[in-house]
């Protein structure tokens, strides 16, 4: 696993629990959660696959 794909790994995650802690706040609505986790999930799965 190369660097780039060790930190994919990292932040995607990452990305995905501020999506939910801000919806938990009342920040974002659950369409933007929705939209946020699965474009980050789209995003890290295609640079994933073409490092």
Sequence with gaps: M???QMG???ATPAII???L???R??????GGVTAAVL???AIAT????EQ
């Design 2 to 4: 190369t660097d780039a």
């Design 8 to 10: 994919l790994a990292v």
């Design 17 to 19: 629990v501020m999506a």
């Design 21 to 23: 802690l801000l919806y």
């Design 25 to 30: 706040m009342g920040v974002l609505q659950k």
């Design 39 to 41: 474009m980050s999930l």
């Design 46 to 49: 295609v640079l994933f696959l």
